[in-house]
C-alpha cells in the first residue's frame, strides 16, 4: 500500500473513513517524510471531506493527528500555526526528519511565515529535552536551518532571531547561532540576544566570552536577577568563586527570596570560607532546587570549601543524590 498512494487505495483500506484515512496516510508520511504521494492524497482529502476531518480530529492530539493538521494548516494559508505544529511533532520525535516534508521547504511557506511564529516553532522543537547535538540530528534538521536562514534574512527581529538561535545550539551548529546573533545585533541590540550569544559561548566551552556576553546582558538589563545568577555560575566555573558570590548578591538584592540565588550563594560562600552554617544553608534549600543536576553542581563545589567537617560533606553529598 506505500507503493502508489492514491486516495481511492487509501479510502478503500481504511473503510471509507476519512479520520482513518488520515490516521494511515500520516504513517506513510513517518516512513518517508519527503515523499509527495502522502501528502497529494492529504490535499484531496481535505478539499473533499473537510467538514468530516473537522470534526473527527477536533481534540485529537494524537501524533497523527497532529501532523497531519500541520499540512492543512499549510493548504489554508496559515503558514504560522504550520510552523509551529511540525514543531511540535518534531519535538516529540526528532528521530524522523519531518522538516524534509516539501511543504515545509516550499516559497510558499518560507515567504510567509512569520519570524515569531518559526522562533516559536524552533523552541517547541526542543521541548522534550532529546539530545539533538549528533551528525545524523543536524542532518535531519537542515530543513529547519534553511528556514532560520531565509526568515532571519528576511525578517530579522531581534527577538525571534534569539530564540530561533537555540535550535542550532542544541544541534552543535555554532556558526549558525552566532551569525543570528549577528543579525539580531545588526537591527537591535537587546538583552536576548546577548544571552543568546553568551548561551552559545559557554556550549562551545568559551567561558571568557560567554561572561563578556552575559555582562553585556547585564548592561541591558541591570536589574535581571536572573542573568546575575549565569554570569555569576560561569565565574564559578573558571574557578573565581569570589567574583560569584558578589554576583549572586547583586541578584538577591534584586529578588531576596528567589530560592536558586539563595542557594548558589551558600554554595559559593562555603566555598570560598569553609563556613559550616553555609553549608548547613544549602542542604536545607537544596531540595527546592528543581533542576537536580544544578543541585549537584552547587552541592560539588560546596563540598571542596576548606576545613568543612566530613560528617557535614557527607551529609550534603546524600543530599545532591537525592
Not at 545524523?136 to 530543513?143: A, I, K, N, Q
Not at 568563586?241 to 551558600?266: I, K, Y
Amino acid at each position: 500500500m506505500a507503493a502508489g498512494i492514491g486516495l481511492a487505495r487509501v479510502m478503500a483500506h481504511c473503510g471509507g473513513s476519512p479520520v482513518a484515512a488520515v490516521k494511515f496516510l500520516a504513517g506513510a508520511i513517518a516512513s518517508a517524510p519527503a515523499s509527495p504521494e502522502p501528502y497529494a492524497a492529504l490535499a484531496e482529502l481535505w478539499r473533499d471531506r473537510r467538514p468530516e476531518l473537522r470534526k473527527g480530529l477536533g481534540g485529537d492530539g494524537s501524533a497523527s493527528s497532529v501532523l497531519a493538521q500541520a499540512y492543512f494548516q499549510f493548504l489554508d494559508g496559515d503558514m504560522d500555526n504550520a510552523a509551529m505544529t511540525l514543531g511540535s511533532v518534531t519535538g516529540a520525535r526528532p528521530e524522523v526528519a519531518w522538516g524534509t516534508a516539501p511543504w515545509f521547504g516550499d516559497a510558499r511557506f518560507l515567504d510567509a511565515v512569520s519570524a515569531e511564529a518559526l522562533a516559536e516553532a524552533c523552541l517547541r522543537t526542543l521541548d522534550y529535552g532529546h539530545d539533538l547535538d549528533s551528525d545524523g540530528m543536524r542532518e535531519r534538521f537542515t530543513p529547519w536551518f534553511h528556514a532560520v536562514d531565509r526568515v532571519s534574512e528576511r525578517s530579522p527581529v531581534p527577538q525571534s532571531l534569539a530564540a530561533m538561535s537555540r535550535l542550532p545550539r542544541a544541534c552543535g551548529r555554532y556558526e549558525l547561532a552566532l551569525d543570528l546573533c549577528d543579525r539580531a545585533d545588526a537591527v537591535d541590540r537587546v538583552m536576548w540576544t546577548a544571552v543568546a550569544r553568551a548561551a552559545t559561548w559557554r556550549a562551545m566551552g568559551e567561558l571568557d566570552r560567554a561572561a563578556a556576553a552575559f555582562e553585556s546582558a547585564l548592561a541591558l538589563d541591570p536589574a535581571n536577577w536572573s542573568l546575575c545568577l549565569d554570569l555569576a555560575d560561569v565565574r564559578a566555573e573558571q574557578g573565581e568563586f569570589a567574583a560569584a558570590a558578589d554576583l549572586v548578591q547583586r541578584g538577591l538584592r534584586h529578588e531576596p527570596r528567589e530560592v536558586s540565588l539563595r542557594a548558589a550563594d551558600a554554595a559559593y560562600r562555603t566555598r570560598l570560607t569553609g563556613s559550616p552554617d553555609d553549608l548547613r544553608a544549602l542542604i536545607a534549600l537544596a531540595p527546592e532546587l528543581a533542576n537536580p543536576s544544578y543541585r549537584k553542581l552547587l552541592i560539588d563545589y560546596a563540598c571542596a570549601g576548606p576545613g568543612l567537617p566530613p560528617a557535614l560533606v557527607a551529609e550534603a553529598i546524600r543530599t545532591g543524590k537525592g
